[in-house]
DNA sequence: ATGAAACTAAAAGATTATTTGAAAAAGCGA
DNA sequence: TCGCTTTTTCAAATAATCTTTTAGTTTCAT
C-alpha cells in the first residue's frame, strides 16, 4: 500500500487528484501549506506531490528540505514555463515534474514509474524477494518457493546484476560487459544464453514461461514483469 | 558533475581540452579513435565532444550510433568549412559544432549552453505520456489504456522517434534513414507502413482513427495531433 | 473519375533465442 | 600432483519471433 501526501494549496485541485487516488487505492494525506507539510512529512510516505507556489513559501525549499534527510520521491506539480525552468535551474533532485493542467491518468502513470524506480533503488538492501524467490546478496543464497537453491559464481552475479537493475532492460552486451569484467577476451553472446537458461532452469516453475528472467526479444533481458 | 568524453586524435589538442575542462570542474575521459569512443560508451556521459577525422573512420558515424540509441549531446570539433558543411546535413537536436582552432573559453561557453539545452529539451523524465499512452524510454516499457503492450526493437525504435519529434512532422525518408542505419541496401517504403500499421495496432483505439501515430498524407508521419 | 499514395493481410525470408550435447577449463580433495 | 567433479564455454540444431516483400484494396487530392 502505496501513501502520499499532496501537498497543494488549490483546494479544487488538492482534492481532485485526492479522490481520484484512493479510488486507485493510494492512500493519501492532503495538506494546502509547507508548515502542514513539513508536520505531516514526520510520519512517512511513499511519495510526495508537490506545488511550487504554495502560501507560506515555495515547494522547492521543502524539496531540498526533503532531499538532506532521504530519497523520498518528490514530484512537483508546475503552472507554467517559468515554474518548470526554476526547478531545471535549481536542480533539486525532484524525480519528475508534471505540468498543470493534467489529467489524473497521466499523474497517476508518472506516479507509477516515480514508485516503480524508487523501489528498485531501495534495492541496496542485501534481501531481495520477489514472488517465491529470495536472494540473500550478502550470504549469496538464493530460495526458490522456500527451497534453497544451489546458484554457480557466474549464476549468481547474472542474477543479481539482474535484479538490482530490475525493471530495466539490460543489453547482452552490458550484461557481458559486467559479468566478464570489461574486455576479458571475447565471449560469446551465446555463452550469455546458455548461462540465462541454467538461471531459468533453476528458478523458473515454467521454463517456457519465465517471470522471474524475460527476454526482450532483439536487447536483452529484464527481471520480473 | 558532468562527464564528458573527448574524442580527439590529436593528442596536443586533446590533452589540453582535458586540462582545462578538469581544471573547471568537469569529469573527462579522452581517447583518440572511434573504437576506443564506442567501448568508453557503455559507460554513460554527459557529452561528447568528436572529432570528424579519425585514424579509423569519420566521427560522424559515431555520432549515428549514438543517436541510434540515445540523445546524448555531441559537439563536433571541425578543422574546416567542408566538413562544417557535412555536419549540417546531420544535425540533430542537440548537436552542435565548433570550428579549430578555438579558444577553450569559447569551447566551455558551447559546452555549458548544450547541457543546459540537452537537460531542459530532454524534458524531466526519460518517461513520456500522452492520453491513454505511457512511454518509459529507460525501462523501455509502454502501456496504453493502463496495460503493458509488448513491442519489438523496431516498433520501439520507431515509435520513440515519432515521439521524441512530436510536433513536427518526419517524412518516410527520413524515419527510413534514422532506423536503418543510414545507407543499408535501400529499404522499400512499404516496410514503413508495414511497421507503422502495427505500432497502430497495437497501440490505436482506433486504427481508422489514430490519435498518436498520424499520417500526412504525401509527406509521412507526426506525433499526435 | 482518375492516378497516386497509403493501408491491409498473409506468406516468405531473415534474425534472434533456446536447447542440447560435448569439449575445455576450473575447482577440489586425497 | 592426479583424477574426479563441477562449471564454463562453444558449436550446431531447432524453435520462436520479427522483418520484408508481395499483391490486392482502400483512401486521398485534384
Same sequence: chains 1, 2.
Avoid at 494546502?32 to 507556489?53: C, G, H, M, P, T
Amino acid at each position: 500500500m502505496y501513501s502520499i501526501l499532496i501537498v497543494e494549496d488549490d483546494i479544487i485541485i488538492n482534492g481532485g487528484i485526492k479522490v481520484y487516488l484512493e479510488k486507485q487505492g493510494y492512500e493519501t494525506v492532503s495538506v494546502y501549506s509547507l508548515n502542514e507539510a513539513r508536520e505531516k512529512l514526520k510520519k512517512s510516505f511513499s511519495l510526495v506531490l508537490l506545488d511550487i507556489n504554495l502560501p507560506d513559501g515555495s515547494g522547492l525549499e521543502l524539496c531540498r528540505e526533503i532531499r538532506q534527510s532521504s530519497e523520498l520521491p518528490v514530484i512537483f506539480l508546475t503552472a507554467n514555463d517559468t515554474e518548470e525552468n526554476m526547478i531545471e535551474g535549481f536542480k533539486y533532485g525532484c524525480d519528475d515534474y508534471i505540468s498543470k493542467p493534467f489529467s489524473v491518468g497521466v499523474l497517476e502513470q508518472r506516479i507509477k514509474a516515480v514508485l516503480r524506480r524508487s523501489t528498485v533503488q531501495s534495492g541496496n538492501s542485501d534481501i531481495f524477494s520477489y514472488k517465491g524467490l529470495t536472494v540473500d546478496f550478502k550470504r549469496m543464497s538464493v530460495t526458490n518457493e522456500g527451497k534453497p537453491v544451489k546458484l554457480s559464481a557466474t549464476e549468481f552475479k547474472l542474477l543479481k546484476l539482474l535484479i538490482k537493475n530490475k525493471g530495466q532492460v539490460l543489453t547482452r552486451s552490458i550484461l557481458i560487459d559486467r559479468i566478464w569484467d570489461c574486455d576479458e577476451n571475447y565471449i560469446d553472446e551465446n555463452t550469455l544464453n546458455v548461462h540465462i537458461r541454467r538461471l531459468r532452469q533453476k528458478l523458473e516453475p515454467d521454463t517456457k514461461n519465465p517471470q522471474y528472467i524475460v527476454t526482450v526479444f532483439g536487447i536483452g533481458y529484464t527481471f520480473g514483469e
